[in-house]
């Protein structure tokens, strides 16, 4: 069956750096897009970034441009996460999500990871 | 960004009773419109996209409707696993979330 499997949560210290990954099985990871979305303590959900089927275009959300980068390995199935600089207010889960079909438009979620939950405190 | 608004954030209601739940886009998102179920320590769940199919396995007591910017979930009977906090997402642009509501036992 489809799963995605994060990893590499843990507790930051702000201002470093954390990469999760996310081990995908059971679908043709690579003629998906894949996304992020974290969902902050308590709270609602954020979307965070995109990546193409084949890693070659990506998009963030402004909350999170130019300190986080998304990335994959086709090879490997699976998805990254590289976060820098890194904010109290990043604190969340981190779940990666897969489209629900291969349809570049399709930007809604099924299914998704279990979660990795990142802390950044000092 | 489109801003997605729910109502009411929590709704205390009985076993068996009917329910329905409010969604608002700060712009048109068409019909461009999921909502999800996330229970305690679980990730979201898919059970309706573009605003009113049901997702696979989603049972019938399930429905969505509306298009533009105001949409609805509603329970037609509400079961004890339905008790959960919903959430809904445009995707007309990059995805966004409403707040959520959650459906507590009165």
């Known amino acids: 069956q489809v799963q995605l499997v994060e990893s590499g949560g843990g507790v930051v210290q702000p201002g470093r750096s954390l990469t999760l990954s996310c081990a995908a099985s059971g679908f043709t990871f690579s003629t998906y897009t894949m996304h992020w979305v974290r969902q902050l303590p308590g709270k609602g959900l954020d979307w965070v970034a995109v990546i193409r089927y084949d890693g070659i275009k990506t998009a963030y959300a402004d909350s999170v441009k130019g300190r986080f980068t998304i990335s994959r390995d086709n090879s490997k199935n699976t998805l990254y996460l590289q976060m820098d600089n890194l904010r109290a207010e990043d604190t969340a889960v981190y779940y990666c999500?897969?489209?629900?079909?291969?349809?570049?438009?399709?930007?809604?979620?099924?299914?998704w990871g279990q979660g990795a939950l990142v802390t950044v405190s000092s | 960004e489109i801003v997605m608004t729910q109502s009411p954030a929590t709704l205390s209601v009985s076993p068996g009773e009917r329910v329905t739940l409010s969604c608002r886009a700060s712009?048109?998102?068409?019909?461009?419109l999921v909502w999800y179920q996330q229970k305690p320590g679980q990730a979201p769940r898919l059970l309706i996209y573009?605003?009113?199919t049901r997702a696979t396995d989603i049972p019938a007591r399930f429905s969505g409707s509306g298009s533009g910017t105001e949409f609805s979930l509603t329970i037609s009977s509400l079961q004890s696993e339905d008790f959960a906090v919903y959430y809904c997402q445009q995707y007309d642009t990059w995805p966004s979330f409403g707040g959520g509501t959650k459906v507590e036992i009165k």
């Open positions: 999500a897969r489209p629900h079909d291969t349809n570049l438009g399709t930007k809604w979620f099924n299914p």
């Open positions: 573009g605003a009113s």
């Open positions: 712009q048109s998102v068409n019909r461009n």
